[in-house]
């Protein structure tokens, strides 16, 4: 249906009544055909019962006027008026089963999502309009549209006859904006039409009354016929929890500018085509509301209608406060449509101005956040006590005018203005989420400035920008518009918030971060958990993290952690490490003869030693001592300064940080490696309860550990490593550690770790697709020449073998019946020559089968990672041969 006003047109039908597809309709035949027979004989018996009175009234005044027939008329009166007793019983009952039927159709409503396979039941919202639509067709006629295109009211008819609703999507946005959700709020709908809205609200919010108010008597006659029909049904609401306490939902007739809105909390006004004076009577009147009222209208109050407020400053009318304005907002004569947020607060309208020039930096601050925060009300900045954590760790390390400070995932502005209004650092720059955050902090950053333009210099810059994308790409981006690089290459200080990725995520940001900024750069990271994680070319500084108060009632807390960026030790091109995959080779490493050759190179390359320069050599002479943190976020340093003159870093200072490239703060490149794919993994990850339960793992066959790194090296050595071409397998794998260990260190072509655990499997598949994310360079490197890493969950005694060269297995807890099955398989398929190392022997009978056998060629001490005694554990190792004659 289309209706025309002012030269235009507009869609004006219903978008829940006027729907075209009758399959929606939730009523059951049954019910239908008990509410037809209800309804025939209530008719008939009041039809009935009319025709005998009317005949027993006429034979009053044609009959004989004698004693005998007046007795024979009261006797028929008397059973006459009988059996109309007995018709309005009948009424009574099928009136009430006409109810019951109602009710029944109305709790039907309730289970409609259940029926609907087209609506998620994460939706909330879209289960709450199915049940919406399906009570509106239940208690709205099915013609009401009809009523539309008729002129109602006063005037000439063209305003009457243009009607429209809010569809419930919209409603249900709204209804957000009122903060309906609180319970004790009342809504009023002024010019509420069917009153669709309003039995909406009511349905739908935990609001104690609804109020629709209508002048129009058709429209007024179909909004309380839905209501009533919606009360003899008994449902009160459509959530999926009722609402506590009583509520009730109206209809008033009436003119809304003679209605008492006292305890109104919440209005909307449909105010399209209100005359002017009566939006200014409304303002009048609304304006003497209670301090919260929210109203929305879908044109500004006259006074707001030209970009500036046009009032007195002690108006009345400056209690109402123009919040928000929300465009494209669907309404069923189309999507493009504003609706402005009013709210009335005298307290903001009246308050003294506030004093910039004699307000501290908190204050200003204070000051531009509650501005801002009027306004955008999603907008939520970080806890006060965290960002004043963050900035106290940020000041310990002596900003200067040449430090640039990037942070990257804050929430809101708080700590990069307050960096700007509180140090001298020549440029900060904050990168946000997606979406509004950025919007926001530059919000903030602009009422600050215009409450003193003078309070940040006008040469220190201040910008918020939102990174594009996911966050790892990024920051792993090297080309591009305003990537991570670009933006804070040049920082002096980096900060990394954890606010809304998880600790694995976090630490592919840090792990990429290194080799996109200066070397001798500050990373402080706020969350990772108690356990400093490694990456390759940050040097941790902290004896230990710093635990933080995140929320004190609930006691969750974080973690700060502090590095410092290294130059590459690859570019000194040392013997053997002239690459990461170089030094992944040998497991334990000489970290002192290593520094030592660092040192030498750098003093023969005088201009190599200027790469650490300015003021990140003048910080890094103070911090690389070490630090200390305190609660508050106080670090500091746990040795003296280096004493060496200059704003160049010593070559003593520069040859251990290029070790940190190699290293980071471990013992060795692989443990550094390890460490970071496993930061976060359990030790000992447990079997399922469904794998437990099917016997997958007999005896003390489930109980997990792992071989130390250099018992694995020792071992590998021992049999001269993985002959080219062919494949090492780790059976019973794990989280992979030790098939990793075999992949980085030896030639072997494949390396295959079998798991049958699930959770284990999954372990070493995600510390995998790590490598893949983190070092995207390395995991190139290493699968070069068709190299290939691969995790198999299944049954080791299903394993193919026959490319086997080596075969690991930390078969500590196997039964002797598996090692005795194990054995045979791998008689059966690996080829001669395959060397087996294994912590527990196999049993005499499974070492021999056809014409080749497993000869045990030696029995070791063996590392392991449960216990730092080294002859606490032993590995056999045997080699396929041919049987003996």
Not at 363 to 376: G, M, P, R
């Amino acid at each position: 249906m289309r209706v025309r006003s002012r030269g235009s047109s507009a869609t004006a039908g219903n978008d829940v009544a006027a729907d075209d597809h009758a399959g929606d309709e939730l009523k059951t035949k049954a019910g239908r055909s008990l509410l037809r027979r209800c309804c025939r004989r209530m008719f008939l018996l009041l039809a009935l019962g009319g025709i005998a009175t009317i005949f027993q009234f006429l034979r009053q005044y044609h009959a004989p006027d004698d004693g005998a027939q007046q007795q024979q008329q009261q006797q028929q009166q008397r059973q006459q008026q009988q059996k109309v007793n007995e018709g309005e019983d009948a009424t009574k009952a099928v009136l009430k089963s006409v109810d019951e039927v109602l009710s029944d159709s109305l709790r039907l409503c309730m289970m409609r999502p259940q029926d609907d396979a087209a609506v998620p039941s994460s939706d909330q919202s879209e289960v709450l309009l199915q049940r919406l639509k399906c009570v509106f067709d239940q208690i709205y006629p099915p013609r009401e549209q009809e009523h539309w295109m008729q002129p109602q009211g006063p005037g000439d008819g063209t305003a009457s006859r243009i009607y429209g609703e809010i569809p419930p999507k919209s409603v249900n946005f709204l209804a957000q904006e009122l903060k309906l959700d609180v319970p004790g709020s009342v809504f009023y709908d002024l010019g509420s039409g069917f009153g669709r809205m309003v039995l909406q609200i009511y349905l739908t919010t935990q609001a104690s009354r609804a109020v629709g108010v209508e002048i129009v008597e058709d429209r007024y006659a179909i909004a309380h016929e839905a209501l009533d029909t919606l009360q003899r049904g008994g449902l009160t609401s459509v959530l999926h929890e009722a609402p506590n306490g009583v509520r009730n939902a109206s209809m008033l007739k009436m003119n809304f500018t003679e209605l008492d809105l006292k305890d109104a909390t919440a209005i909307y006004m449909a105010s399209l085509f209100f005359p002017k004076d009566i939006m200014w009577y409304l303002a009048h009147k609304l304006a003497a509301l209670r301090d919260g009222t929210r109203i929305l209208t879908l044109v500004q109050f006259p006074f707001d209608m030209y970009g500036t407020r046009r009032l007195p400053a002690d108006s009345p009318l400056q209690a109402l406060r123009q919040r928000r304005r929300f465009d494209e907002v669907g309404m069923t004569w189309g999507d493009q449509n504003s609706v402005f947020l009013y709210e009335v607060d005298r307290a903001e309208a009246f308050k003294p101005p506030f004093n910039a020039e004699a307000a501290s930096n908190d204050e200003l601050l204070a000051e531009a956040f509650q501005s801002v925060a009027k306004v955008e009300e999603r907008f939520r900045p970080e806890p006060v006590h965290l960002t004043d954590t963050m900035l106290e760790a940020v000041k310990s390390l002596g900003l200067q005018v040449a430090d640039e400070v990037c942070e990257l995932g804050g929430a809101g502005a708080g700590l990069a203005l307050r960096l700007a209004l509180d140090s001298e650092v020549s440029r900060v720059i904050g990168i946000l989420p997606p979406g509004n955050e950025s919007r926001f902090a530059s919000a903030v950053h602009r009422s600050l400035t215009d409450l003193d333009p003078s309070r940040i210099p006008w040469h220190r810059r201040v910008t918020f920008k939102p990174w594009h994308g996911e966050l790892h790409d990024f920051i792993s981006a090297t080309s591009g518009p305003e990537t991570f690089q670009e933006l804070c290459g040049s920082a002096t200080v980096v900060l990394l918030h954890q606010i809304t990725v998880t600790d694995d995520a976090m630490l592919d940001m840090l792990t990429l971060v290194p080799a996109r900024v200066v070397p001798g750069t500050i990373v402080i990271v706020r969350g990772l958990g108690s356990k400093t994680p490694c990456a390759f070319g940050l040097l941790p500084l902290l004896e230990k993290p710093v635990e933080l108060l995140l929320d004190e009632e609930l006691g969750f807390t974080t973690f700060l952690h502090v590095f410092v960026t290294a130059p590459s030790i690859m570019s000194l091109q040392l013997p053997m490490l002239k690459s990461l995959r170089d030094a992944l080779r040998n497991v334990t490493i000489n970290l002192t003869k290593i520094t030592e050759a660092s040192r030498e190179e750098l003093e023969a390359r005088p201009s190599s030693s200027g790469i650490v320069k300015g003021v990140r050599a003048t910080r890094s002479k103070h911090i690389m001592s070490g630090l200390v943190g305190q609660a508050n976020g106080t670090l500091r340093t746990l040795g003296p300064p280096d004493p060496s003159p200059g704003r160049i870093l010593p070559v003593s200072l520069l040859a251990k940080l290029h070790l940190a490239s190699l290293v980071g703060g471990a013992e060795s490149p692989y443990a550094c490696l390890e460490e970071n794919l496993y930061a976060f993994a359990p030790y000992s990850p447990a079997i399922t309860r469904k794998e437990k339960d099917a016997g997958l793992f007999p005896e003390h066959a489930a109980t997990y550990g792992e071989v130390a790194p250099n018992g694995l090296e020792m071992l590998l050595q021992r049999v001269g490593g993985v002959p080219k071409g062919m494949a090492f397998f780790d059976l019973g794998s794990g989280l992979g550690k030790a098939a990793l260990q075999a992949f980085t260190s030896t030639t072997a072509l494949q390396v295959m770790g079998i798991e049958l655990s699930t959770t284990r499997h999954q372990g070493a598949v995600q510390a995998l697709a790590s490598l893949a994310r983190r070092f995207p360079v390395l995991a190139e490197e290493l699968r070069k020449g068709g190299r290939r890493l691969e995790f198999q969950h299944g049954d080791i005694l299903q394993a193919d073998l026959r490319n086997a060269g080596v075969v690991w297995m930390g078969s500590l807890a196997f039964p002797q019946d598996l090692m005795a099955k194990v054995g045979m398989r791998i008689l059966e398929q690996a080829p001669l020559g395959c060397k087996v190392l294994t912590m527990l022997e196999f049993p005499a009978q499974s070492r021999v089968s056809g014409t080749r056998q497993l000869h045990l060629i030696e029995v070791l001490p063996m590392p392991v990672r449960w216990t730092s005694k080294l002859n606490a554990n032993r590995a056999a190792i045997y080699e396929i041969i041919e049987k003996k004659a």
